[in-house]
């Protein structure tokens, strides 16, 4: 029986196996290559309507049919609030789920929108607003109705425009109107509890007028010189403590945040000054 015999491997690679070798790949590359084309044109003639892809065209047309879709979002739900007013408590959760086949949430955000964008005041910006989406429509459903007719005009929501809302996901803009509640929150509760102060001040103020004169003077520097102790804690412990917890809190950017409580810090201090504020204050000095 005679042995095969075994093929060895080359001592060296030639120049003509490197040549072999680049012909191969640049055939499998052309061979991908077309067998990308034939599958864009398979995809294209099955839902491109004979057109070739163009990225900006089908953005702009994907967009649209968005908007498109927003807008029968609120039909159908102005259509679903129709129903829920004419039909038994039952009867409609029925038609909801059985012939509508919707979730019974999604059916009751769909109503709610239709009540929110259809109402008198915002019915007419609604094409604008519907161009965001479904999704950001339901975000938004929580803003007051004259703000986002402003919107639609060209003005902005909790500092953002629509161009800057529709680059957003809704996960950042969900993200984003929260954010602007909570600022908006610590603000009302600063400016309830200086009007709180103020208020004080002031009732004291109207008692020590009945004081004697000497009594009166000593009495109004001692609760000025308390004030002051008490605020001076406030900003060098509490203040501080507040605001390098917010910076540690996670990986979010509170600067603006927390530049304007520093501002508004600045201003009441600025309105002291040029109110009562002599020659001798060291920082007059030092301008």
């Known amino acids: 029986m005679t042995e095969k015999k075994r093929g060895r491997a080359p001592s060296h ?11 191969e790949q640049a055939t499998q590359i052309a061979t991908a290559g077309s067998q990308m084309s034939e599958h864009s044109l398979q995809i294209m003639n099955a839902y ?32 679903l609030v129709i129903l829920k007013e004419h039909e038994p408590h039952g009867d409609f959760e029925n038609i909801v789920r059985e012939q509508l086949s919707l979730p019974e949430r999604t059916a009751q955000r769909m109503m709610q929108s239709a009540i929110k964008y259809l109402s008198p005041k ?12 479904k999704t950001k429509l339901f975000e938004l459903m929580t803003e007051d109705d004259d703000a986002l ?24 803009l969900r993200k984003a109107l929260r954010e602007a509640k909570e600022n908006l929150e610590a603000k009302d509760e600063v400016a309830a509890k200086n009007q709180k102060r103020i208020a004080q001040l002031q009732e004291k103020a109207a008692l020590l007028k009945k ?25 060098r412990t ?20 927390i ?7 600045h201003d009441a201090v600025k309105l002291l ?6 020659q001798g204050l060291e920082w007059e000095q030092a301008e």
């Open 211 to 235: 004081l004697p004169v000497d009594e009166h003077t000593k009495q109004l520097r001692t609760e000025i010189a308390a004030q002051q102790s008490s605020i001076d804690q406030d900003i």
């Open 48 to 79: 491109g309507e004979g057109l070739p892809y163009d990225r900006s065209r089908v953005v702009h047309e994907t967009r649209f049919y968005m908007a498109q879709s927003a807008e029968a979002m609120l039909e159908a739900g102005k259509r």
């Open 122 to 133: 915002l019915q007419s910006k609604a094409p604008a607003l519907a161009l965001l989406g």
């Open 238 to 257: 509490n203040f501080f403590t507040a605001l390098q917890a917010l910076v540690d809190h996670d990986g979010d950017d509170h600067q603006a945040f």
């Open 149 to 172: 007719a402003e919107l639609a005009d060209g003005g902005t929501v909790a500092g953002m425009s629509l161009d800057d809302i529709d680059r957003m996901s809704s996960r950042e």
């Open 259 to 265: 530049d304007a409580q520093i501002q508004m810090l």
């Open 273 to 278: 000054r040029d109110e009562f504020g002599g």
């Open 13 to 23: 690679i030639t120049a003509q196996d490197i040549q072999e070798y680049s012909n």
